[in-house]
């Protein structure tokens, strides 16, 4: 076993040390994400927001990075198009976002290796093998949560992967219902 293999998160949680979290539209977030995203004319893309509020405590550069890597391996995982669907849902306390595409799933022997630093099914020079195990480690330091299904069996059903995160609204301090008080006891 070799070094890399003994401690594969080190490198991951050592480049997300010091998440800063602020106020942030996620729906802003996953906009900008989608216009810079490259994709063939082939992948047709839709984006369905059911959000009331979409303001909440991330860090929202390393989300978006995440959405960005979620969203570049969808678009690969469908070399001869299909649709890519990302839908934004919230309620008070969290976001849940889903990245689905059309594409030729992940198959059942590789799922579990799918969250492995430098596990990746791309030919040597066309993947790092980072993309999603460097957008969960965002999601878990957002305390949130990451879960991905897929069918690479076409017999079994449509092929295609859904990855969704759920992030909590994070630390939201509302003025008008709080009160500070201070005490100056010295004359």
């Known amino acids: 076993m070799n070094e890399r293999s003994q401690h594969?998160?080190?490198?991951?949680?050592?480049?997300?040390?010091?998440?800063?979290?602020?106020?942030?539209?996620?729906?802003?977030?996953?906009?900008?994400?989608?216009?810079?995203?490259?994709?063939?004319?082939?992948?047709?893309?839709?984006?369905?927001?059911?959000?009331?509020?979409?303001?909440?405590?991330?860090?929202?550069?390393?989300?978006?990075?995440?959405?960005?890597?979620?969203?570049?391996?969808?678009?690969?995982?469908?070399?001869?198009?299909?649709?890519?669907?990302?839908s934004i849902e919230g309620d008070r306390i969290q976001v849940i976002i889903t990245i689905r595409d059309t594409g030729k799933g992940i198959s059942r022997e590789n799922m579990n290796s799918i969250l492995v630093p430098f596990f990746t099914t791309k030919p040597a020079g066309e993947g790092t093998g980072l993309g999603l195990p460097t957008a969960y480690a965002t999601v878990k330091m957002h305390e949130g949560k990451f879960s991905v299904e897929s069918n690479a069996d076409p017999e079994a059903g449509p092929t295609g992967t859904a990855v969704t995160i759920a992030l909590p609204r994070g630390n939201q301090v509302y003025l008008h219902s709080s009160r500070l008080i201070i005490h100056d006891d010295e004359e």
């Open 8 to 86: 594969p998160d080190e490198s991951i949680l050592s480049q997300l040390q010091g998440v800063k979290k602020r106020r942030a539209n996620v729906v802003d977030i996953v906009n900008g994400v989608v216009e810079s995203l490259p994709r063939p004319d082939s992948v047709r893309l839709s984006v369905e927001k059911s959000i009331a509020d979409p303001i909440m405590w991330i860090d929202g550069e390393r989300v978006g990075k995440a959405l960005f890597d979620l969203m570049v391996n969808a678009v690969e995982a469908m070399p001869d198009g299909g649709s890519l669907n990302i």
